[in-house]
């Protein structure tokens, strides 16, 4: 499994993670990185970590960076076994139509979900992204994966 997430400032790319909450077994290490697009935009700090080997149908919890790092995230493993039940939903967009398709998909019993599609018409706009993610989040059930900026864990 591999975690990236971006920060503003230095932190070590390091991912702890453990089967119980709070209760973090084991870590690993990764790389950092960034770039530039012109100049018009920096990003922040890449890190990028694999973590693993993991069980499979298991619950992990984890959490990036420093050690004392307070926000915890989780996800869990897909089943040893087929079928592994895929839900897409593509191009879904910010729409009337957006809470009711998430909440119909959340009612539904999968082991992942999808949401391909682009959101370029956003144009740059960050707080539309973050709406985006905070929207589909809560109507899935899922735990929210944004934090402030929306530099925080993707997996």
């Known amino acids: 499994m591999r975690i990236s997430w971006i920060t ?11 089967t119980s909450p709070e209760k973090y077994e084991f870590s ?21 970590v694999v973590i693993g080997p993991l069980k499979p149908n298991t619950v992990y919890y984890y959490r990036c960076g420093a050690s004392d790092s307070a926000r915890q995230f ?3 493993t897909p089943p040893a076994q087929f079928p592994i039940k895929f839900a897409v939903v593509g191009d879904l967009g910010q729409r009337g139509w957006t809470n ?11 082991d992942m979900l999808s949401l391909p599609g682009d ?8 707080p539309a992204f973050v709406g985006f993610i905070r929207q589909a989040c809560r109507a899935t059930g899922q735990p929210e994966a944004l934090d402030g900026d929306s530099r925080e864990p993707r997996h």
């Not at 690993?28 to 990028?48: L, R, V």
């Not at 009711?100 to 999968?110: E, G, I, K, R, W």
């Not at 959101?119 to 960050?126: E, K, Q, R, T």
């Open 8 to 18: 503003e400032s230095s932190t070590p790319a390091t991912v702890q993670y453990g």
């Open 28 to 48: 690993a290490n990764g790389i950092t990185s960034s770039y530039s697009y012109t100049i018009a935009y920096e990003s922040g700090e890449i890190h990028d």
């Open 74 to 76: 989780s996800f869990k």
């Open 100 to 110: 009711s398709t998430l909440q119909h998909v959340a009612q539904s019993d999968y």
């Open 119 to 126: 959101l370029s018409y956003i144009c740059g706009f960050l």
